[in-house]
């Protein structure tokens, strides 16, 4: 298992602007790699991010993306887009698309439904490329005992829609984030790390999640990636990978 991080905390300018700046980072921190956003990458020059991957010796563990999946119109309007996301995903060498959805209160059997077959048509885009599609939780999938989640693991295809759990987000949800590792473990094939309190969220090892238990049973699912992510730092995001990426190596020897 390899260890990347995630560029958001560095922000929205330095993902444009700067990416070879925050790669320095991330490779003089530790990690093996990292995850960024779609939206901060020129799709049409794979080569480019490949290029500064690799003058960094870095991995790239996926390339996220996302849409309004309970619109029965609005994924097939972003067909297109997502097209290019996957393709530029196996261009950089990558395998991995983590993919969220959007908040919506009080969504109809008829919606969930709808997202199963939105995540279904958007996985098998990916797979026919070798891309693993990863749904990415957030809270409300989560909340009433995993009720969002559960059915869309339930109705979804397991060999074109594959889970990305964010155990920080299970934590925010009032849930235990290691009963719902082992709950949904046949179709998790990618994670996120992070900790948090009620509130805030923390570097790993500073928050509430209790991390050595989880991170047993993440390593006993060995996926071939597992990357830290703090939505919010308190200063530069540097400082923050580096103290994540501490705990990961005394605490577990990654």
Aim: aromatic content about 6%.
């Amino acid at each position: 298992m390899r260890i990347a991080v995630q560029t958001r905390p560095w922000g929205v300018d330095r993902n444009r602007d700067d990416l070879t700046g925050i790669l320095a980072e991330i490779a003089g921190a530790g990690y093996d790699g990292f995850e960024i956003g779609n939206q901060h990458l020129d799709l049409a020059q794979p080569d480019r991010l490949r290029t500064l991957a690799d003058a960094h010796g870095l991995g790239i563990a996926g390339i996220h993306a996302g849409g309004e999946i309970s619109d029965p119109d609005a994924i097939k309007r972003a067909r297109a887009q997502i097209e290019r996301i996957a393709d530029f995903i196996v261009a950089v060498g990558a395998s991995i698309m983590p993919f969220s959805g959007q908040p919506k209160p009080d969504k109809s059997s008829t919606e969930l439904q709808t997202e199963a077959d939105n995540l279904n048509m958007v996985g098998e885009l990916c797979a026919k490329r070798g891309v693993t599609l990863c749904y990415h939780n957030h809270n409300w999938e989560i909340a009433d005992d995993c009720a969002e989640l559960q059915f869309l693991m339930a109705h979804t295809d397991p060999a074109l829609v594959s889970l990305c759990l964010d155990v920080g987000w299970v934590q925010r949800a009032g849930d235990d984030p290691l009963a719902v590792v082992n709950r949904f473990a046949s179709r998790i094939a990618y994670f996120h790390l992070k900790d948090t309190t009620a509130d805030d969220w923390r570097e790993l090892g500073r928050g509430e999640v209790d991390l050595p238990p989880l991170l047993a049973a993440v390593k006993a699912l060995a996926p071939a990636w597992a990357t830290v992510e703090q939505d919010t730092v308190p200063g530069p995001a540097v400082d923050s990978a580096r103290i994540s990426r501490a705990y990961l190596h005394q605490r577990m020897g990654w």
